[in-house]
């Protein structure tokens, strides 16, 4: 189950049915796994803030920015989006391996 929720990324990517549902949120599962592999980090929970229960803002950013490139975008914007949303999660990337 993802930490950002279905009805947080349908409206972040302007959808406003319920078929795709079942396909969004295999997507953002993913979404959410690969900026957790990005960050070197087992999952996202480590980041949710106990006080409001989110995620930072950037890294739920870049995490809809990855699900964007998998939903919504061409093959050359993809490459585009996920350049970016790499640029949103690497101030919490743990483990460089430098």
């Known amino acids: 189950m993802s930490i950002i929720t279905i009805e947080q990324a349908k409206q972040n990517l302007n959808v406003f049915h319920d078929e795709d549902d079942a396909n969004l949120q295999l997507l953002l599962d993913g979404a959410e796994d690969e900026a957790s592999q990005y960050l070197g980090m087992e999952s996202l929970n480590a980041l949710v803030d106990q006080a409001t229960g989110k995620l930072p803002a950037s890294?739920?950013?870049?995490?809809?920015?990855?699900?964007?490139?998998?939903?919504?975008?061409s093959p050359d914007d993809a490459l585009k989006l996920r350049n970016a949303a790499e640029i949103k999660l690497t101030p919490y990337r743990i483990g460089w391996g430098i």
């Open 59 to 73: 890294v739920t950013t870049g995490v809809m920015i990855l699900l964007q490139s998998s939903y919504q975008a």
